[in-house]
């Protein structure tokens, strides 16, 4: 079993930058992934990084602005976002499993999720 405990969101301008968390505790060598869920939308990959940290994946969307990162020290996986949108409004899910992937299926345990909200 794996806990996931999001934290770091918040109300930022557009333009701005944000710093997600996610702290694990129980089996920690898994790959991480960040999601997104907007209101009316589906659940959305944002990216996710391998339990080395050696490979990462970014949706098309926040390339270029995101970067995930791990500390297995720590047992804590980040979200940096910067130049941030109305857009990447949304509840924003941590989540554990196998395989480093963008599929939501493959992923066995979820965070309860952190509210970014970006404003014009």
């Known amino acids: 079993q794996v806990q996931l405990v999001e934290s770091g969101g918040g109300l930022v301008q557009a333009g701005g930058s944000l710093r997600l968390s996610c702290a694990a505790s129980g089996r920690t060598y898994y790959a991480m992934a960040w999601f997104r869920q907007a209101p009316g939308k589906e659940r959305e990959f944002v990216a996710a990084i391998s339990t080395s940290g050696g490979t990462k994946y970014y949706a098309n969307s926040v390339k270029g602005r995101f970067a995930i990162s791990r500390d297995n020290a720590k047992n804590t996986v980040y979200l940096q976002m910067t130049s941030l949108r109305p857009e990447d409004t949304a509840v924003y899910y941590c989540?554990?499993?196998?395989?480093?992937?963008?599929?939501?299926?493959?992923?066995?345990?979820w965070g309860q999720g952190t509210q970014v909200t970006v404003s014009a």
């Open positions: 989540a554990a499993g196998r395989v480093v992937t963008a599929r939501t299926a493959t992923y066995d345990f």
